[in-house]
């Protein structure tokens, strides 16, 4: 009997944890409250830390600023012709992410950038990020500050590269750089495991100055889509995570939006949920 209990509350909770929204129905995901987003801050980076847990006077860890202590609004929602609009200061590593998690679905976006820029990344592009398929507790990344998931790129020049985050791992199709380690999407390439970087098809940024670029994510059983202005950046496939010596599927949770020493504005975030990948894009899962 307690088995059977045991199980019914663990459905129960899924329920409440994980979206079921009707397919095909577009639900807008941003308000002036942020009613559906928490946010987790971990600390300011300084020059040349690598990423290290900051020090106090005594030489012992500083703790994470945490869970919904954004004190310092590094995420705040602004008005734009009536419209609202994210803004991301940049100014402390962390993130913003949903309180629900998701699959199957596709999640479109806009993104400009600010003009902020923060240490430890002064003298580097602009960056954020979609973090997607993201589970369990903030901080487990080289940075100390987001969730286990993918990442859909968002830099300048870089939008719709892929990045792993913690032990995340994907398949993707690529061809290497000539005299370069680098790797790129490329669809008629060879299939590889990434733990690591690989770079877009081509730079499908908006390039002036305060415009917009469109993003689109789509996210379908074990498979994803990084879509930038209608073209696609990015095929992936086998979502999945190492634990341990276990390597575990990673195909549903919350979405984040990085703060990464760069002022970034998000709007028209909208998320729709999908009982297939859409068709037009099948060849690029052959």
Known sequence: MRTVATFICACFCLMLCTSFQPAGKWVNLLDKDLSRWSTYLSFKHTDGDG??????????????????KDTAQ???????????????SGEIYGCVFTKQAYANYRLRLKVRWGKNKFVPRLNEYKDSGVLYNSQGPSGVDYWHSWM??????VGEGTMGDYW??????????????RDTTTYIFDPKGEKREYGGYCQAIADYETKADGAWTNLELIVFGDKALHLVNGKVAMALANSRYKDGDAIKPLTQGKIQLQSESAEVYYKD??????????????????
């Open 164 to 177: 792993p985050i913690a032990s995340s791992r994907m398949d993707i199709r690529s061809t290497k750089r």
């Open 148 to 153: 286990l998931g993918q990442e859909f790129q």
């Open 51 to 68: 990423g290290k847990i900051p020090k106090d006077a005594a030489g012992n860890d500083v703790k994470a600023i945490g869970y919904d």
């Open 269 to 286: 975030i909208q998320l729709q949920q999908i009982t297939e990948m859409p068709k037009e894009y099948a060849g690029y899962f052959r």
């Open 74 to 88: 590094v995420f705040s929602v602004v008005m734009e012709n009536g419209e609202p609009m994210l803004r991301i």
